[in-house]
């Protein structure tokens, strides 16, 4: 997959190279083809799956322009290409090609999230609630889509305001408890817990907020995990531990590098917003 937030908005949902090289082989070229147009159209599937979004669309889209007629193979070009389109800050064409991608494989769970994906971002929630919502159904296991599907009711929670609002939190909760359940430890454990914790802060429950802060931080230490937790320590009137958490933040932004951070949207700009919220909180 591509780098960081290439990863995280697709985590689980890239077909691999292999997967598309051995659809490739099942009804690809006849016993005439020569090892170099197979060894060329093998490097073309690993491009297609490549970390590289720019790469991956020329590759991809070479591959959905043989016409294979092996839906898998189709299906699985055009997610990519989607998911491409989608690290390269173009939503719409990303939708269009899941979209196509439904019309082949209208089963596929990973398209239905990922459609929801691209039209979250194109704001249209509604419309991403449901892809959601089909994917949970067709998936039951899925972790990342009902991790969508909470952040989508979230969005929709702010727009409606209260007191509309805050009657969907039970909902987000309960996604949120589902993929604390099913999504096991490491990163997907962190963002459910770092999820439930913004939705319990929303709530005001600072207390529930600052546990399930600490697991997502007992699980993956990111910043953004500490900055949430340093905001709910204040709010709870505890400016010590607060500062602490923002003071290990920046330690860890100090070892990855600012340039990394700043990618992943954890500016220094960000970093003393919430020091100053600390200090005002103190005051």
């Known amino acids: 997959m591509r780098p960081t937030a290439y990863r995280a908005a697709y985590d689980g949902n890239r077909v691999a190279a292999s997967v ?3 659809a490739f082989i099942g ?6 083809a020569t090892t170099a147009s197979l060894d060329a159209q093998i490097e073309l599937t690993a491009a297609c799956s490549g970390d590289d979004p720019k790469a991956a669309v020329a590759a991809c889209t070479e ?11 189709q299906t699985a070009a055009l997610v990519n290409r989607g998911n491409a389109y989608d690290a390269l800050g173009e939503p719409a064409r990303a939708l269009a090609d899941y979209e196509r991608a439904l019309e082949l494989d209208p089963g596929s769970a990973f398209s239905h999230r990922n459609k929801g994906v691209a039209l979250a971002r194109l704001g249209r929630l509604s419309e991403a609630l449901l892809e959601f919502v089909a994917a949970v159904e067709l998936k039951p296991d899925y972790v990342e889509a009902y991790g969508s599907r909470a952040e989508t009711l979230m969005k929709m929670a702010a727009e409606r ?7 969907v939190y039970k909902y987000i909760l309960a996604d949120y408890d589902k993929m604390i359940e099913i999504g096991g430890l ?3 454990g962190a963002v459910a817990f770092d999820g439930r914790g913004k939705a319990n802060y929303h709530l005001g429950h600072l207390d529930a907020a600052i546990a399930d802060y600490t697991e997502a931080i007992a699980l993956t230490p990111e910043p953004r995990f500490l900055m949430a937790r340093a905001v709910a320590y204040a709010d709870a009137g505890d400016s010590t531990r607060a500062n602490a958490d923002i003071d290990r933040a920046e330690a860890i932004v100090g070892d990855v590098g600012v340039a990394a951070a700043t990618a992943a949207g954890l500016t220094p700009a960000a970093l003393q917003n919430v020091r100053d919220y600390i200090a005002k909180k103190r005051k």
């Open 20 to 22: 598309l090289c051995v």
């Open 27 to 32: 009804v690809g070229p006849s016993a005439a």
């Open 63 to 73: 591959l959905i322009d043989t016409k294979d007629p092996d839906v898998k193979f």
């Open 161 to 167: 305001g209260e007191p509309d609002g805050a009657s």
């Open 186 to 188: 490491g990163r997907r």
